[in-house]
């Protein structure tokens, strides 16, 4: 709900309804971070439109704004990348302990915990800095590209 309005204030900007005009008749344009009661109860009437309609609306309007911020490709690579290192033998060392413990009927709670926290935290500290490098370089990625997003 909170991000369909967002988008909704951002297609009201984009078409001017919260243009003012100044008394020497200047039209200035207005943007607002939070439209306010006011500005919700006035979109129907405005723009003669449900707000599903508007909803709609803004979420076409918008999808273009947040194509360019969020590349769905390289979002999924740094996920992939930043989390495998570490999931991945971690995972391999809880099936091995599993299969352990099935073929000894060893039932400790402990027994499988421990050692798979410890190639977690080695896996950190090995991969650590490539993971947060991973992740520096895609946050200064996304700060560049705010320009683009700026009309």
């Known amino acids: 709900m909170l991000l369909a309005r ?7 900007e984009d078409h001017g309804f919260f243009d003012e005009t100044t008394p020497d008749g200047v039209i200035r344009r207005r943007y607002l971070c939070n439209g306010g009661v006011e500005a919700f109860q006035g979109m129907r009437s405005y723009f003669n439109h449900s707000y599903m309609r ?3 609306e803004a979420y076409r309007s918008g999808a273009t704004h947040y194509a360019a911020a969020f590349n769905e ?5 740094v996920l992939a990348l930043g989390s495998a290192p570490l999931l991945i033998p971690t995972l391999v060392v809880g099936v091995l302990l599993g299969m352990v ?8 709670a402990t027994l499988s915990f421990v050692p798979k926290l410890i190639v977690f935290a080695v896996c950190l500290a090995l991969f650590g ?3 947060l490098m991973l ?3 895609l946050t200064q990625d996304m700060f560049a590209r705010i ?3 700026v009309r």
């Open 147 to 149: 320009p683009e997003l």
């Open 54 to 56: 508007l909803i709609e």
């Open 6 to 12: 967002i988008l909704l204030i951002r297609f009201l």
């Open 101 to 108: 413990q099935a073929a000894t009927s060893i039932n400790e």
């Open 129 to 131: 800095g490539a993971i």
């Open 135 to 137: 992740l520096v370089d």
């Open 73 to 77: 490709t390289e979002l999924d690579w």
